[in-house]
T-cell receptor
Framework: GAGVSQSPSNKVTEKGKDVELRCDPISGHTALYWYRQSLGQGLEFLIYFQGNSAPDKSGLPSDRFSAERTGGSVSTLTIQRTQQEDSAVYLC??????????????FGSGTRLTVV | AQKITQTQPGMFVQEKEAVTLDCTYDTSDPSYGLFWYKQPSSGEMIFLIYQGSYDQQNATEGRYSLNFQKARKSANLVISASQLGDSAMYFCAMSLGGNKLVFGAGTILRVKS
């Protein structure tokens, strides 16, 4: 597609429920990233996929969070047993070049998750 | 540990004036990239400018320039001729080997008419 697409754009869920957030990166982009942005805060790195390599999961805050990337394209971020502190905007980004000259990652418009 | 510091939570600038948004970084890796992103109230993250650690000249993109002072580990963003549409949150970020970006806390810029 022309840009990074995320769905849903908004999600309200009850505490304790599981949620799935989807990211469709720019076609051909080999790297995909998930970030979290709490209200009024900066971006917190969650997880990074690069090609067929093992993902960098170092930013996942707990074992309730997991992500996968199927076929090197679409990615799904899953949050199990959601808590109120999980409420945030979840941003996905993709990039073509890893390392070397880099002209910026392309971000999606995010999924606003509200846990009630 | 890699860290980005933006010490200005908020800034005001008069329309048509220039403004500098501060950013300092901390890394022991000699190879890194520095980025600035703009986030308007709509929430999208817009890439503005990039500076590589080995680049000899400061990066410029239209009204945006990056004042890169390697010895001081600073990468300030300069916006010239501010416009009302420049009002937004601005984030400085650093990449190491392109794997992931580490972001600062951001600076809210308000342009006054």
């Amino acid at each position: 597609g022309a840009g990074v697409s995320q769905s849903p754009s908004n999600k309200v869920t009850e505490k304790g429920k599981d949620v799935e957030l989807r990211c469709d990166p720019i076609s051909g982009h080999t790297a995909l990233y998930w970030y979290r942005q709490s209200l009024g805060q900066g971006l917190e790195f969650l997880i990074y996929f690069q090609g067929n390599s093992a993902p960098d999961k170092s930013g996942l805050p707990s074992d309730r969070f997991s992500a996968e990337r199927t076929g090197g394209s679409v990615s799904t971020l899953t949050i199990q047993r959601t808590q109120q502190e999980d409420s945030a905007v979840y941003l996905c980004a993709s990039s073509l070049v890893v390392g070397g000259p880099n002209y910026g990652y392309t971000f999606g418009s995010g999924t606003r998750l509200t846990v009630v | 540990a890699q860290k980005i510091t933006q010490t200005q939570p908020g800034m005001f600038v008069q329309e048509k004036e220039a403004v500098t948004l501060d950013c300092t970084y901390d890394t022991s890796d000699p190879s890194y990239g520095l980025f600035w992103y703009k986030q308007p109230s709509s929430g999208e993250m817009i890439f503005l400018i990039y500076q590589g650690s080995y680049d000899q000249q400061n990066a410029t993109e239209g009204r945006y320039s990056l004042n890169f002072q390697k010895a001081r580990k600073s990468a300030n963003l300069v916006i010239s001729a501010s416009q009302l549409g420049d009002s937004a949150m601005y984030f400085c970020a650093m990449s190491l080997g392109g794997n992931k970006l580490v972001f600062g806390a951001g600076t809210i810029l308000r342009v006054k008419s």
